[in-house]
């Protein structure tokens, strides 16, 4: 998170995960039940975005409220970026529309100083494509993660929801399963 940011809290509505990793055959592969490795699978999408930067599910809908203590160029930290964000200022205890040009293609918007916003999308944004190297690392992943016990090293601290998760923390499981060199082109800065 940039320096300039004193308050951030994001809300994400996501579709399903995408098509091509077969729970079946992980499930046999590692002695778990479908539901496990479904369950595995889903975890492991969420992963796989948080490493990468890129949402490779349909996001329906994204909420983010943000406070800046200096002005700054901010970048919505979901890609592929929404083609249209509702932005709005508080002001007097109401949300007002702010009038600032959002730049679709690149995701920014200039923010001012203390002020807090909220800065939402309707409207389904699709998914990046999950090429099929992506695909073979959410399996490398989640394959990693039945077999070795979750519970176990990585993953002591984590807690519910992916807003927990940094790209730091994802680096010891992501190199451990091979996942991250085939994410290693995916990842958006």
């Not at 090429?131 to 039945?146: D, E, F, K």
């Not at 519970?151 to 680096?171: M, N, P, V, Y």
Request: glycine share 8%; aromatic share 10%.
């Amino acid at each position: 998170m940039n320096d300039a940011v004193t308050h951030f809290e994001p809300q994400w509505t996501f579709g399903a995960v995408p098509e091509g990793v077969d729970p079946v055959a992980l499930a046999l592969e590692t002695g778990v039940s479908e539901d496990d490795a479904t369950s595995m699978i889903e975890a492991a999408w969420v992963q796989v975005e948080t490493f990468t930067g890129r949402t490779y599910r349909d996001m329906t809908s994204g909420r983010v409220i943000i406070k800046v203590h200096s002005p700054i160029t901010w970048v919505w930290p979901r890609y592929p970026f929404p083609e249209e964000l509702t932005v709005e200022c508080l002001a007097n205890g109401t949300w007002m529309p702010w009038q600032d040009t959002y730049i679709a293609g690149l995701g920014m918007i200039e923010l001012e100083p203390s002020s807090l916003y909220r800065l939402s999308h309707a409207a389904t944004t699709p998914g990046a494509t999950a090429g099929p190297h992506v695909r073979q690392a959410v399996w490398n992943l989640a394959a990693y993660q039945i077999i070795q016990n979750p519970l176990r090293r990585e993953f002591r601290s984590q807690s519910a929801g992916d807003s927990s998760l940094t790209r730091e923390d994802l680096k010891g499981v992501m190199y451990g399963s091979g996942a991250g060199a085939l994410l290693s082109g995916e990842v958006h800065i």
